[in-house]
């Protein structure tokens, strides 16, 4: 099937996770996704982990995409990217705030050329406010934005989220941002220009927290709970015979039907248990009898099964090792594709979330195995350029 983004062409200059993990979404849903790198190659290229030279942080984030290296500090790189610019849909890049303007590479500068372009801008707190000139990744933004500080066990100091979650919802709210921009397009034939900041995005992650405050006028504050739920019971990670599981059947319903089924019907009205408010504020009391019962089963699977069958919300809590090499649902949603890459030989990519019924999006092509593996072939096929002329670029160190 056609792609459903098929014939949308992206200029890339975005280098860590935010910025490719957006491009990635687009190259899989089909566009023609030109990498452009710096000389030496992306920064990303020699992250851990390394498999013969090979970045993992670089691989997973660049398949189906092409790479040109172009060195934006020498005389004439402008005229190229705005060659490229003239042919190309959409901008992307995940700079620090200035920094495409010193190499007069703004929206601006790309609209004079090419009127209806998109173009958005990943950085960690946007274009204007008083941190934008600030240092910022997934990490201090995790911590400005108050995930961190809701994160980890109350009695202890906050946590990380287990991945960098501030740069993964970015590069989503960028796709989602670039789509819809491309929809406006087709209605008004009009390009935008699109500011996305990672604090913003897990910022606006938390609705019900921001809700909390706002509508208590700040009186109450929800706080760490570590592995449960902060207002709802029974809900949160609980240990078994053999690891660890999850559990939710917070109302009333779930809670007298898993009382039941616990062979304990009185904790339903038990005058410790009988409200929600209840429940949360002697949550360590209930999670013991909760426990104590799950042992009983030899296996956390056991447990998960029999609970499932009665329709309460349960589910291991599974190593990614055990969810590639066990878990059948991974296999049948084909969230493993295979593919063949140019030194590693065949490798599993991560495929796209994204499912159409009349259209397709999959990862189809490796990363690019080196900075500038694409280079001439963008200078020829797509800008039309000769051999003279390409031979030119080089000499002067422009294109490697």
């Known amino acids: 099937m056609d792609k459903v983004l098929s014939g949308v062409r992206v200029l890339d200059f975005t280098d860590r996770l935010a910025g490719p993990f957006c491009t990635r979404y687009l190259a899989d849903c089909g566009c023609d996704v030109i990498n452009v790198e710096q000389p030496g190659g992306a920064n990303s290229r020699t992250m851990p982990y390394l498999f013969d030279g090979q970045s993992t942080d670089y691989m997973y984030n660049r398949c189906g995409k092409k790479s040109i290296v172009i060195d934006l500090k020498k005389d004439g ?134 809700g909390v405050h706002i509508l208590t006028k700040g009186k109450e504050r929800l706080k760490r709970h570590g592995s449960f739920h902060s207002s709802l019971s029974p809900y949160g990670v609980y240990k078994g015979r053999d690891g660890y599981m999850v559990l939710s059947c ?51 699977g056991d447990a998960v099964a029999f609970l499932q069958s009665y329709r309460i919300m349960a589910a291991p809590v599974l190593s990614v090792t055990q969810i590639i090499e066990e878990d059948p649902q991974i296999k049948v949603r084909e969230m493993l594709k295979e593919i063949e890459h140019r030194t590693l030989g065949p490798v599993k990519f991560l495929n796209t979330p994204l499912r159409f019924l009349n259209s397709e999006a999959s990862v189809d092509g490796p990363p690019p195995a080196f900075a500038g593996e694409h280079t001439d072939d963008i200078l020829s096929s797509e800008l039309k350029l000769d051999i003279e002329e390409i031979k030119r670029l080089r000499a002067t160190g422009i294109v490697s």
């Open 77 to 210: 790189a402008h005229d190229l990217v705005m060659k490229l610019a003239k042919i190309s849909d959409v901008v992307v890049e995940n700079f620090r705030p200035g920094v495409m303007k010193s190499f007069g590479l703004d929206y601006n500068a790309f609209k004079e050329v090419n009127p209806s372009i998109i173009m958005c801008s990943i950085s960690g707190w946007g274009q204007a406010g008083p941190y934008s000139e600030l240092m910022g990744a997934d990490v201090t933004t995790q911590a400005y934005s108050g995930i961190l500080d809701l994160t980890g066990p109350p009695d202890r100091r906050p946590c990380f989220v287990g991945i960098p979650i501030a740069d993964i919802l970015a590069g989503v709210n960028a796709f989602g941002g670039i789509c819809a921009a491309l929809y406006r397009r087709t209605r008004t034939g009009v390009g935008d220009y699109i500011d996305i900041a990672l604090v913003d995005c897990v910022f606006a992650a938390l609705r019900n927290e921001v």
């Open 250 to 300: 917070y109302r009333p319903i779930g809670f007298e039907r898993l009382a039941g089924l616990m062979g304990k019907p009185e904790l339903f009205t038990d005058p410790r248990f009988d409200t929600m408010e209840k429940r949360v504020k002697n949550n360590r009391e209930l999670t013991k009898l909760i426990e104590a019962w799950l042992k009983k089963f030899k296996k956390v």
